[in-house]
């Protein structure tokens, strides 16, 4: 079972200038449905056969949840090496769009060895961390293999190294500023160079830009009252801070790095920087996973108040929320926010980035259009519909 749906995105436009978009989700909100009258024990085991993507964060966000909800203690060494997973799964869903998604944006084709290459490490590395692999239960034991995930962590990053950055990841990650940004793509033929040099060619690294600014740190308990406040179920569908919609991606957690703050100065929250982002992400991760748990992991914010539980993880795509009620220890409710939906909220970052393209015509709008899409990403399928003046629409999947 996966609650997967599908994204629709019309945009509507004039010879190319767009002017105005709507985005609409048939994702389903099944959480509430499913784990409705479980044990924590049980939700824990559901969870992650609910996400064929994420499944490590969802799974870490849930267990989170029911041991707040549960009044349960901390523990920060099995925290700090499910934080490692969920590194491990950011990486491997950044890897997975760049090489199969990227490639098609230029004209090239998927990488798919290296994508099958990549799926063998989540496996490995939960069995060199806990007991039986199992890093998701209320009794989840420790059984670290230092050994073993220092060959594995060399392994990944040679993969990362070769696939994705063409032998030169260590350049890479010295960037700064954007000469060197491009001094590293003019003597780089990798992937993503191609990309980002088909943006300067074409004039289209600020495409998208616009004003919707990335969420700030929710303190837990704020939160939690916002959401007793309110319809839970059209927050899971639409959910905003303080009546204001915010933007939740790799470029909320990359934004502080010198070179996208350079690049944000010229391209504001535009193609360029969002590509970027994500790439300085993919390159940092495999140094977070080579410091082991003795590295302290980003808090995850957890809120626990009378059998409420809520806590929050940032996943792949940016912060995942769950909040889980229980009575008389079985679940009453139990609510998901997922970053699909702050981003591709229908006033959201994604909408109010279409209304702001500019092309020479429909098919180049189309192109600007999926590059948007892709630069945030759904995680789901997604159906863009192009409406002229004269309401004749083109739909694309």
Known sequence: MTPDG?????????????????????RPDIAPLVLLGKTPEQILDIVPLLFTLC??????????????????????????????????????????????????????????????????????????????GEAYKLDSCLDIDAVQLTQLTAELEALIDAAIFNGRLADFRTLACETQLCDWLSQNEALPACLLNDLYNRNWTAIGQNEVDCLPELEADALN??????????????????????????????????????????YGNGLMVRFVARLLEVAAIPLRLSRGIEQKPAPAIVSSTGGIGLAQ??????????RLELR??????????????????????????????????????????????????????????????????????
């Not at 105005?20 to 048939?26: D, L």
């Not at 993880?313 to 769950?322: C, K, P």
């Not at 500019?358 to 600007?368: H, M, S, T």
């Open 55 to 132: 499944g490590n964060a969802q799974a870490c966000v849930a267990l989170l949840t029911c041991r707040a909800a549960l009044g349960m203690t901390a523990e920060p060494e099995s925290d700090a090496a499910r934080d490692l997973l969920v590194q491990l799964e950011t990486l491997r869903e950044h890897a997975w769009r760049i090489l199969l998604d990227w490639p098609g944006l230029i004209g090239l084709p998927p990488d798919k060895k290296a994508l099958a290459a990549l799926l063998k490490f989540d496996a490995l590395f939960k069995r060199h961390l806990f007991r039986h």
């Open 225 to 266: 009252r916002q959401m007793q406040q309110e319809d839970l179920a059209a927050f899971c569908r639409a959910p905003h801070w303080q009546g204001r919609c915010f933007e939740t991606t790799p470029l909320t957690r990359q934004r502080s790095h010198p070179l996208i703050a350079g690049l944000q100065h010229h």
């Open 313 to 322: 993880l940032q996943a792949a795509r940016g912060l995942l929320i769950h």
């Open 328 to 397: 008389h220890g079985r679940v009453y409710d139990y609510r998901i926010a997922a970053p699909t939906e702050w981003n591709f909220h229908p006033e959201g970052v994604v909408a109010q980035g279409l209304k702001h393209l500019k092309a020479e015509g429909p098919n180049d709008l189309r192109r600007q259009a999926e590059l948007l899409i892709n630069s945030v990403d759904p995680c789901v399928l997604y159906n863009l519909k192009l409406t002229d003046s004269d309401n004749k629409a083109e739909a694309h999947a």
């Open 6 to 26: 599908t994204v629709h995105i019309e945009l509507y436009h004039r010879a190319g200038q767009a002017s105005g978009a709507r985005i609409a989700s048939t």
